[in-house]
């Protein structure tokens, strides 16, 4: 029998992509834009390249892996990111409009189609 994925409680909700552009609301990089590597829906939680950087220290792996001290993205909670809006540059909300074609996603602010 396939094993199902478990829905939280925020999935339904869960309106980021991988490859949007969205700016971090609160924290360490509070005001930082970046785009959305990985998006883990068990964690409600997204990766943002560049951002919420932290030191890992690593030991020389068996593999010829070096060691030493890497930088890692970690996860920013989906609540603390907003989408960029493509016309202002500034945090907007996602909407969506139906059209013959289906269900596309719409920044709030500026009625601007997203991809």
């Known amino acids: 029998m396939a094993q199902q994925t478990v829905k939280t409680k925020y999935q339904e909700k869960f309106r980021l992509k991988k490859g949007d552009e969205v700016v971090v609301l609160t924290g360490k990089s509070k005001g930082g834009t970046g785009k ?35 930088d890692k993205s970690m996860a920013i909670h989906i609540s ?8 202002t540059k500034k945090a907007t909300r996602i909407g969506y409009q139906s059209e013959k074609s289906g269900k596309t996603r719409v920044a709030k602010a500026s009625k601007t189609l997203l991809s």
Not at 37 to 63: C, E, I, Q, R, T
Request: charged share 30%; proline share 5%; net charge positive.
């Open 36 to 70: 959305i590597d990985k998006v883990d829906f068990k964690k409600n939680a997204v990766f943002v390249s560049g951002l919420n950087l932290f030191k890992k220290h690593a030991k020389p792996g068996v593999n010829g892996d070096e060691g030493g001290i890497i």
């Open 80 to 87: 603390n990111v907003a989408l960029v809006d493509p016309k």
